[in-house]
């Protein structure tokens, strides 16, 4: 079988990023670039040996699949013509500036029978691999995205740039309709919010607690849900997860699992049941690499969309509704 002929239109931050792993694909091949600024893309294109092509539509006609990393206001209008030219489309996060115009690529996708797979890629996060074959039914999680400031990602908010990473695990993880939304939010250094929270509660009672901030002195992206007898903490920056659940005395554990102490004297509490402590191993991997091969299997093999245009488009559709109350 011939390999899957890819492009990467944009090379900034993520582009770049893109661009190398690509390289790298032994079941796809990165045949160039495309990006306005003409000497980054041929500086890139000399280091990987790759095309740099002199216009979009060149970009498009040489490749089976686009991989879109240009800034977010531009991504509507380089995967409507990349759709309408057949070719697969890989678009960062967010799918889009505005939910309608999502809408609108999920329609022209579907019409000329092209995947579409969206970047949220915390999906792929060793740390969210290694919960694998654990029960996940969260009734109530709380998650706190903080970065320095990068002047790279200023187009957008922090809730379309940051938080949406965490909206999109929190809808993938409820599996529930959104029922209400509470947010508020500020903004300090750029004329966008910088600084956010939202309260989102769902049809079937989970709330989740959503902070995002780019303006922080430390880094932190982290979640913590509780779920029926179960804790799971989340570390997506350091990839790692404790999980603490509440067992029978007569249950059958999972291999690793100690008596927890961390959690106080719980068990005091509770009659003939105990508290366990896990640790599950993270993956070593690279969580672009991984969903760059996901769309690559998606389109070849046939399998399921790893973050589908539906569900980059229900994230995206939240962002807004948190983004017009901050600004109301």
């Not at 699949?65 to 240009?70: C, E, G």
């Not at 350091?238 to 005395?249: F, G, L, P, R, S």
Request: hydrophobic fraction near 45%; glycine fraction near 4%.
């Amino acid at each position: 079988m011939d390999k899957l002929k890819v492009v990467v239109v944009g090379t900034g931050h993520l582009g770049s990023i893109h661009t190398k792993l690509w390289k790298e694909n032994a079941v796809a091949k990165l045949v160039g670039i495309f990006d306005t600024d003409k000497q980054k893309s041929e500086k890139l294109a000399i280091e990987y040996s790759i095309s740099s092509f002199n216009s979009l539509e060149e970009a498009i006609n040489a490749a089976d699949a686009i991989t879109i990393a240009s800034p977010t206001i531009y991504h509507f209008e380089i995967a409507k013509k990349c759709i309408e030219a057949g070719k697969h489309c890989f678009i960062e996060k967010p799918i889009t500036s505005k939910y309608e115009d999502a809408l609108e690529l999920m329609k022209l996708a579907e019409e000329k029978k092209v995947l579409v797979q969206v970047g949220h890629v915390e999906r792929f996060n060793p740390a969210i691999s290694a919960l694998n074959g654990y029960q996940l039914n969260p009734v109530f999680i709380e998650a706190h995205r903080l970065s320095q400031f990068r002047p790279r990602a200023i187009d957008v908010s922090v809730i379309h740039d940051l938080m949406i990473h965490d909206i999109d695990i929190m809808l993938w993880l409820v599996k529930s309709k959104v029922a209400k939304v509470e947010a508020n939010g500020v903004a300090v250094l750029t004329e966008t919010t910088d600084i956010a929270n939202a309260r989102i509660t769902f049809e079937n009672g989970a709330v989740a607690n959503l902070t995002a901030s780019r303006i922080s002195a430390n880094p932190m992206r982290k979640m913590r849900f509780f779920q029926k007898n179960a804790y799971i903490s989340i570390d997506f920056g350091n990839q790692d997860v404790e999980v603490y659940t509440i067992k029978d005395a007569d249950d059958k554990l999972n291999d690793g699992a100690v008596p927890a102490t961390m959690l106080g004297v719980i068990e005091a509490g509770l009659k003939n049941k105990n508290i366990y402590f896990e640790k599950p191993n993270a993956p070593k991997l690279n969580a672009i690499a991984e969903e760059q091969q996901a769309f690559v299997n998606a389109i070849l093999n046939n399998e399921p969309i790893a973050v589908s245009a539906k569900d980059a488009a229900e994230a995206l559709r939240i962002a807004e509704i948190i983004a017009a109350q901050v600004n109301n």
